[in-house]
């Protein structure tokens, strides 16, 4: 919130003022006539009121009614969500925890039309509860209190308000619920029902039912290239090219595509078998792509030409590329391994 601690320091200066005002005023009567009822009516007109509403709702609460319902002594417990809802306050935080904390207090509100748990949810805006800000000394929002009794089976020793923390930002309300529900134990947690979401679930079936439509009349044409065995052939040989060459090693290590020589160039390899580079494994890859090329050509394809002189010259052709790139991976086999004693011609 942008403009809270601002208007909260002007608000300090007027503080004392308005309270006189405030309490030479007929205004103040409803709520000290409502801090003196009993706990149990107090309890029962508050809850009253929320299950009252179509909506059960949190009770929307101006600062007299705030100061009614957690004064004390009290037999139930209270949970007050203090937020900033007016744009020019800037609290993002607050727009995005209130539908989940309206339908929290919905959720168990419907659930609890007995009041069989005790507890009350409410909302303080700032724009209605000031001085309760001040008195609190806050200086964001959102801020979520929970008032726990200070008389019957349930009482705690401290009547000191439990605060919630959204140090990680707006909480979803099965979050908070289980939060609220640890503060309740031996009474009644009524779960949190969401909506069903009609939108979600038309968006879905039109998805699968589009799909299943496409993939019926594509199926004639997609079928031969599924059984093709060239295809299959082609991603298995992909499939193992691209992990055999350390693929899964530069995902899991996250190493750098390149380094430098440390005289001004470009390392393609790094020294060693502990690492290696981006460019490194692709460079692998393609040897070992010729080399798997060479010698499918040279088992499958050579045997089946039937010009005995066409066939030599395609079989030294294979054969040279296959010796030569074979060479170059033993060269650089020899780079990453200084002891390794062999080479192949012409790369020795």
Request: proline share 8%.
């Amino acid at each position: 919130m942008r403009l809270l601690p601002t208007v909260l320091s002007l608000l300090g200066c007027l503080s004392t003022t308005a309270l006189a005002a405030a309490g030479g005023s007929g205004g103040a009567k409803p709520s000290a006539n409502l801090r003196k009822l009993p706990p149990g009516e107090r309890f029962n007109l508050f809850h009253g009121k929320a299950t009252a509403s179509s909506a059960a709702a949190p009770l929307k609460l101006v600062e007299a009614d705030y100061r009614a319902l957690v004064a004390t002594p009290r037999d139930y417990s209270v949970a007050v969500l203090l937020t900033a809802m007016d744009a020019r306050y800037g609290c993002q935080l607050c727009r995005e925890f209130q539908p989940e904390w309206e339908l929290l207090a919905r959720s168990w509100t419907n659930g609890d039309k007995q009041g069989e748990s005790r507890v009350v949810f409410g909302t303080l805006d700032f724009n209605d509860g000031r001085d309760v800000f001040m008195g609190f000394g806050l200086q964001t929002a959102p801020v979520l209190f929970f008032f726990p009794p200070t008389m019957g089976p349930h009482a705690t020793p401290s009547s000191d308000p439990l605060r919630y923390d959204f140090a990680g930002g707006p909480q979803a309300a099965e979050v908070v619920h289980h939060w609220i529900a640890r503060q309740l134990p031996n009474r009644p947690h009524p779960p949190v029902k969401r909506p069903i979401n009609w939108m979600r679930w038309i968006s879905t079936f039109v998805v699968v039912t589009g799909g299943a439509t496409a993939s019926y009349v594509a199926w004639p044409w997609v079928l031969p290239v599924v059984r093709n065995r060239t295809v299959w052939a082609a991603v298995t040989l992909i499939a193992i090219l691209m992990f055999t060459s350390g693929h899964m090693f530069n995902r899991i290590r996250q190493v750098p595509y390149v380094a430098g020589d440390g005289r001004g160039g470009i390392s393609y390899f790094a020294k060693g078998f502990q690492t290696q580079y981006g460019l490194e494994t692709q460079i692998i890859a393609a040897i070992y792509g010729i080399l798997t090329l060479s010698g499918i050509t040279l088992a499958v394809k050579v045997p089946r030409i039937a010009d005995p002189k066409t066939q030599s010259i395609v079989f030294v052709a294979w054969w040279s590329i296959l010796f030569v790139v074979f060479s170059l991976l033993i060269s650089i086999f020899r780079t990453k391994s200084p002891g390794y004693g062999f080479a192949v011609p012409p790369f020795m």
